[in-house]
């Protein structure tokens, strides 16, 4: 088991700005690649951002240029920063581990952004 524990969400207006942390137990988080995927009311879980255990990194194209996923492998978290928030950004955000055939979600942290 690699408990992931989501923090950081809430509400806030458009324009605004939130910092989720996404903590995991365990020795494997260093090698794992991490997601963030988001679950807005009746619509489909659709991954936001992607970071691999080298680092690299990948947006969804709604959110390029106002999100940020970030590491820190010696705190075993996942960050995502998210600037500009629209309305439509609201959602349930649910953080993702994968490594070798070992996957984890988070509990998921609501955000909602008002107009």
């Known amino acids: 088991q690699v408990p992931l524990v989501e923090s950081g969400g809430g509400l806030v207006q458009a324009g605004g700005s939130l910092r989720l942390s996404c903590a995991a137990s365990?020795?494997?988080?260093?090698?794992?690649?991490m997601d963030w995927y988001r679950q807005a009311p009746g619509k489909q879980r659709e991954l936001v951002a992607h970071?691999?255990?080298?680092?690299?990194?990948n947006y969804v194209d709604s959110v390029k240029g106002r999100f940020t996923i970030s590491r820190d492998n010696a705190k075993n978290t996942v960050y995502l920063q998210m600037n500009s928030l629209k309305p439509e950004d609201t959602a349930v955000y649910y953080c993702?581990?994968?490594?070798?055939?070992?996957?984890?979600w988070g509990q998921g942290t609501q955000v909602t952004v008002s107009s």
């Open positions: 993702y581990l994968a490594a070798g055939p070992l996957r984890y």
């Open positions: 365990g020795s494997i988080f260093s090698f794992s690649d």
């Open positions: 970071i691999s255990s080298g680092g690299s990194t």
